[in-house]
């Protein structure tokens, strides 16, 4: 049984399908994806030799897997876990509901994520914007930019600050919204709360919006909640996306830095952030930091966070002072 322990999950996959025989196989392979079926082919080619109780293992796990999902559609959540409990016992009814739950999160709109986003906007436009917060949630961040880019200007405002207020959506109230958007659309999304939205979703999105919508959101967003607006616009450019600036920027900024700051957050960085900060340095600058950074010892990690935040508030600013440009998605032009 060792072996099983050590299969991975495409392994155990394959482990099924081999199975199966070649005719259920084909069966099962027509609901996957060509990709899908590309990977998962490799992975039953690539099996390697596998007794018998370790085999048994695989489609005892798959079939409690299998199970678990059928009492879970039948009879929702509590009535779910009530069962397992008493068929496998606490531990692993807790170690099934776990893994189901994993498996059918990524299932949740799954329709929407595949979608063209102009056939998402013609679904959500007309939606409150508490419906489009849930959904563009759901969705990547390429669609969900796109979509609000294309929405009137007041319910650009209200949907990402649902968004970043967002923090679960009941199995109910997801089922309800995929249904009525995509009445194909029929799984069940069985867990107890499921995480969407919230600081780090709305900040993904505006990365990618264009400018102007980017700003009057952030400026509408500041009347209605100036902390909500810091706490996005932190999450928005990380001490790493330095590398995405130009050498100009990049020298620009450093002007603006306190040498102190440097060292810390460099202390804390990697090689190429370091590298490329060090290429735009004046060689004296370049001197006094490397010196500075020999001295420091047993820094805080929240020392280097905070070091590295406060030249990310410098990049920030000179930013919406037009003194650099952060690379960003959208129509923006740049001419040299």
Not at 50 to 79: A, H, N, P, R
Not at 164 to 183: C, W, Y
Not at 278 to 286: D, S
Not at 301 to 318: F, K, S
Request: aromatic fraction near 6%.
């Amino acid at each position: 049984m060792s072996d099983l322990l050590e299969l991975s999950s495409k392994q155990k996959a394959a482990v099924v399908i081999a199975a199966l025989g070649a005719e259920n196989a084909a069966f099962v392979y027509k609901y996957f994806s060509n990709d899908e079926v590309e990977s998962l082919t490799f992975d039953v080619s690539s099996l390697p030799y596998l007794d018998v109780q370790t085999v048994d293992g695989v489609l005892g796990e798959f079939y409690e897997l299998c199970l678990t999902q059928k009492v879970i559609t039948d009879g929702g959540v509590e009535y779910a876990r009530d069962v397992l409990t008493k068929a496998f016992g606490e531990e692993a009814a807790a170690r099934l509901m776990e893994k189901i739950n994993r498996s059918m999160q990524s299932k949740a709109f799954d329709f929407i994520r595949k979608s063209d986003y102009k056939n998402l906007l013609a679904i959500v436009q007309n939606e409150y914007p508490q419906t489009i917060a849930l959904i563009l949630s759901y969705a990547n961040s390429e669609q969900a930019s796109a979509v609000l880019s294309e929405l009137p200007k007041e319910k650009r405002v209200e949907v990402i600050e649902r968004i970043a207020k967002m923090d679960s959506a009941s199995p109910d109230t997801v089922k309800t919204v995929e249904a009525t958007l995509e009445r194909k659309f029929a799984s069940v999304v069985s867990m107890d709360t499921t995480e969407v939205g919230g600081i780090n979703t709305v900040a993904d999105i505006l990365n990618k919006v264009d400018r102007a919508t980017e700003k009057y959101i952030f400026d509408e967003l500041t009347v209605r909640d100036p902390a909500l607006v810091d706490e996005i616009k932190k999450k928005m450019f990380v001490f790493e996306d330095i590398l995405g600036l130009d050498s100009m920027s990049i020298q620009r900024f450093i002007r603006e830095c306190d040498t102190k700051d440097l060292s810390v957050a460099i202390k804390g960085s990697n090689e190429d952030v370091a590298a490329v900060l060090y290429a735009n340095m004046p060689k004296r600058m370049q001197d006094t930091i490397q010196q500075e950074i020999e001295y420091l010892h047993n820094i805080r990690m929240r020392d280097v966070e905070e070091a590295q935040q406060r030249i990310v508030g410098i990049i920030r600013h000179l930013e919406e002072e037009g003194e650099l440009v952060i690379g960003k998605g959208g129509e923006d032009e740049i001419i040299a």
